[in-house]
């Protein structure tokens, strides 16, 4: 009864501290503007269900690819044995489905052990690729400190985690073989696990009883704490992208990449100018004043649309859209990876403020300049190869474009060399320094 009240509470700490997390970064999320991404919902599940399940676009670079499918098909098959952990925990039973399924629960168990040697040993791999093979990618400057010690510390609990599998699995074998299992008298002489049923007795088979339930309790014990341990890790680290990278790609630009997005009120002035039936001095239509009024681009999160920040926080960190980026590979300073971690820095700060000291606080900071640098974002050539590599359909370019709007339109920042180009379109119709009537003058060159 004591072991049923312990889980009982550690269930509802584990999903209760999820849970307030969670919401946190829901409110952050909330932060930003409005954009109506509800239409075409039978393609969005599509992508949703090619990208976000079957890891479409991971399998560009195949091997990786398949490491990654490793750990990611045994954490989802996993989630079957945990929920029987939990009817174990609040029941006080053990093996509480083994009965009523038999060989099929016997399967299960044994496809899990299989997928988690798979996991194990891809981890493995994981760690020697990001600590060994000195990838270029995993060691950029924006990946000094903690994104370096965060990406090794989730493969580590998972080693630890799989570990924690054998070591309950591998014991309850060799004590069920003895009849001495919580889950005696279910049937065979064996528990009959693909795996456990050589690694229990090869491991635990000269063990006492008392020894081999201290194992078995330890393993069961320990891979529960574990999960609650990585349920409430993934709110503060990289990793939340296993539960957010189904949303991020269900709500995904599904527009041709390279449609610019233009500012309502912009539009709305234009299309005034060039209507020559408009008034321009007749009063705005009743409600139409009112409205509040919305920056020109974007200087902080807030001005970002939800989707930028809800990007921000699936940002898996791998690096791809940065390696394919033609300006950061000639040297430039830009890196997309980095644009997403400083929104992701930001909008962490400015929301824990925020909760803090009330809606009117300001701490004097921005994302532009204080996070990202105008050189980084000029760097951008808007090629979209960024957004293309992205594995959970990111979009930083989206974010580089609305900071870079508010430096054109809210303080008039460019490049000396765009300066000249506007100038020329604007007086010229072209971006080239001659009048409009020369413009077709080497057409009639011999």
Not at 50 to 65: E, N, S, V
Not at 149 to 167: K, Q, S
Not at 308 to 332: F, I, M, Q, V, W
Request: some cysteine; charged content about 25%.
């Amino acid at each position: 009864m004591i072991s049923i009240i312990i889980f009982a509470v550690l269930l509802l700490v584990g999903f209760g501290f999820f849970a307030m997390n969670a919401n946190k970064i829901r409110a952050n999320i909330l932060m930003g503007r409005d954009v109506d991404r509800s239409d075409n919902k039978g393609e969005r599940l599509k992508v949703m269900t090619l990208i976000a399940l079957g890891q479409k676009k991971m399998f560009k670079r195949p091997i990786p690819a398949i490491l990654h499918l490793c750990l990611y098909v045994a954490f989802v098959i996993t989630q079957i044995e945990l929920i029987e952990i939990i009817a174990d925990g609040l029941s006080g039973e053990h093996r509480l489905f083994r009965s009523s399924l038999g060989g099929f629960y016997t399967f299960m168990i044994s496809f899990i052990e299989v997928l988690s040697v798979l996991a194990f040993v891809a981890t493995f791999l994981f760690l020697a690729r990001r600590n060994l093979l000195k990838i270029p990618r995993f060691n950029m400057k924006e990946m000094k400190g903690w994104p370096k010690v965060d990406g090794n510390l989730i493969l580590v609990m998972e080693l630890i985690l799989i570990t924690f599998i054998f070591m309950m699995n591998g014991a309850d074998e060799v004590l069920y073989a003895q009849g001495l299992s919580h889950a005696e008298n279910l049937g065979d002489q064996s528990l009959g696990f693909a795996i456990s049923q050589y690694v229990g007795p090869a491991l635990f088979g000269g063990m006492s009883e008392s020894s081999l339930i201290m194992v078995e309790r330890i393993g069961w014990w320990g891979h529960i704490l574990m999960v609650f341990t990585f349920l409430n890790y993934l709110p503060f680290s990289k990793h939340f992208h296993i539960i957010l990278a189904f949303p991020n790609t269900y709500f995904s630009n599904l527009n041709p990449q390279g449609k610019a997005t233009n500012m309502e009120a912009v539009m709305k002035e234009v299309k005034l100018m060039m209507d020559p039936d408009a008034d321009p001095y007749a009063m705005p239509e009743e409600g139409e004043g009112e409205a509040e009024v919305q920056r020109f681009g974007a200087k902080d999160v807030e001005d970002l649309s939800w989707k930028n920040l809800l990007d921000a926080y699936t940002c898996t960190e791998c690096g791809r859209c940065t390696s394919n980026c033609p300006a950061n590979r000639t040297g430039k300073l830009l890196s997309p990876r980095k644009i997403m971690m400083d929104t992701r820095d930001r909008l962490e700060e400015k929301g824990a403020g925020l909760r803090k000291n009330g809606k009117d606080y300001d701490d004097g900071k921005s994302l532009l300049n204080d996070y990202i640098t105008e050189e980084e974002l000029w760097a951008c050539t808007s090629c979209n190869a960024c957004v293309e590599a992205c594995p959970v359909n990111i979009d930083p370019l989206s974010i580089i474009t609305d900071m870079r709007r508010y430096l054109v339109m809210e303080e008039s920042k460019v490049p000396t060399e765009l300066a000249g180009m506007i100038s020329n379109i604007e007086n010229n119709g072209a971006p080239w320094q001659f009048s409009p009537e020369d413009r077709l003058n080497w057409r009639d060159e011999e």
